[in-house]
């Protein structure tokens, strides 16, 4: 699975609750988290994420286990993250509902062109590319399959 | 030789696993998305009815009437579908598990990002998505990666006005809020045995906030004593040495009263050094801090008194309360001025009951502080129970007396 898409930089610590407030998960509308996801940290942020790679700080996802804060990043339009770390429920949130997460420390700009390739394992930014540990086969399945939904639909 | 994930794994740190979970939760706000994810895997069985939880905690009794849709659909499907069902007032779902459930050994999995707390028993727990969760319902199992684990050694006992609540706040303090990414944090040492069952829920409550996997307590006679209350037998868990990534000694007696300042809950000061503060409202609850001896013990700090700002309490459980009825703690804090909410999480989440304004203050026992969590615009502090009380009753942020 290969992307390429322009940076967008955040820092570290994100945590759910700034990616989704509270206030908004009560609801089955994957648009309304969508639409205001990351509202707290900045309210332009949602629109700038369709087709944006997030290149994040280390930790990225901590706190709460809201499976909204994944979905709302993919619903926005996000391709990908990139963090040097990332906290585990969040990391397997993500691959669950299938938006792929690379861990890596990258040094790029806002607006900066980012590739990867999740099988072969490596990431690039202006140019200089740096190996990453592959994702395992399962969690390649899952990504392919689009989520863990999909992939046990199939599967059954 | 092997930690105690390791022993209840069945494989060393590092290994990926596939892992049969004898006990799996979730909570009204991650029970939605799971039944949405279930039925879209086209499933139409759960693995085990007995073995899986639904537990209304989070916004309850419903706020709206888009929340009350939602919660009207889980709770029709939990109530057909002979798994263990509680609805609103049962409290909150890491308390309820602890009333008797979960047992030593056990491999326990919540959707909520605190199930750590169950570690407390010697178990292995752990959160998961909604996503996961479906999954698990499914199949029964879940894969895990084996954690290394981090040695958190307590010497010596808690004294005067500390709390657990203080010595969470410590190690939390000392790893950062990704010092325990993946990994499980052990407490052991003679400090460990000195603590009540109550306290060890805590201190596992708060694994989470260092990124760990889970907290966790050898199960000995403190765990099976509490557990014959409610008529399980347990065996004790018998400790051996083991090669930990990282260990950390905690003096429990050098600890005096803490407070994370907002927005991080790793941010730590002695409240004398911030005493002052003034406060808007004091919140003492939660999955971290609404145990019947959290309650009984503002009871005591404020009886006979009047709190000076808004003061919510809220029991973990119905349990909670009508022990805290019983004994005369509710009338007391009634007394004092005290609102009383619907045994659940309360205002932690920012979604109802207590919600704060912008530019107000909550001194907090919870467990998060984050931006904007209680409401928009408004600032955390996270403390103890006599931290809060003294608050409730000066209006600003008081170091506890001794008691």
Known sequence: MRGESRAILLGADIDTDIVIAGRYLRTKDRRIWATHVFED???HLAPRLLGAVIVAGKNFGCGSSREQAAIALKGAGVVAVVAPSFARIFFRNAINIGLPLIEADLECHDGTIVRFDLESGWVEAGGKRTRVRPL???MLDILRAGGLVEYWRVKR | MSSLSERILGAPAGEYI???VDRAYVHDGTGVL???AWKGMGARGLFDPSRISVIFDHIVPANNSTTATLQHELREYAKGSF???????????HQCMSEGIVLPGEVVVGADSHSCTLGAFGAFATGVGATDMAAIWLTGETWFKVPQSIGVHLHGAIHGATEA???ALTYVSQLGMDGGSYRALEFIGDGAGSLSLDERLLLCNLAVETGAKTGMFYADDVTVDYLARYGQSAEQQGTEPCDYVQELEIDLSDIVPLVAVPPRVDTVKPV?????IPVDQVFVGTCTNGRYSD?????????????????????ASRETMREAIRTGVLTDLVEAGCSIGTPGCGPCLGAHMGVIGEGEVCLSTANRNFKNRMGIGGEIYLASVATAAATALEGEITEPGVP
Do not use: M, N, Q, Y
């Not at chain 2, 798994?83 to 779902?93: A, M, V």
């Not at chain 2, 503002?298 to 029991?315: F, M, S």
């Open chain 1, 41 to 43: 940290l900045d309210p």
């Open chain 1, 136 to 138: 395992s086969p399962h």
């Open chain 2, 18 to 20: 596939d892992r049969k």
């Open chain 2, 34 to 36: 799971t039944l949405e």
């Open chain 2, 83 to 93: 798994l263990h069902f509680s609805d609103i007032g049962g409290g909150i779902c």
């Open chain 2, 165 to 167: 609540k203080d010595v």
């Open chain 2, 272 to 276: 004398r050094d911030i005493a002052g």
């Open chain 2, 295 to 315: 309650l009984a013990r503002i009871a005591r700090i404020v009886k006979g008194k009047k709190v000076a700002v808004r003061t919510i309490v809220v029991p």
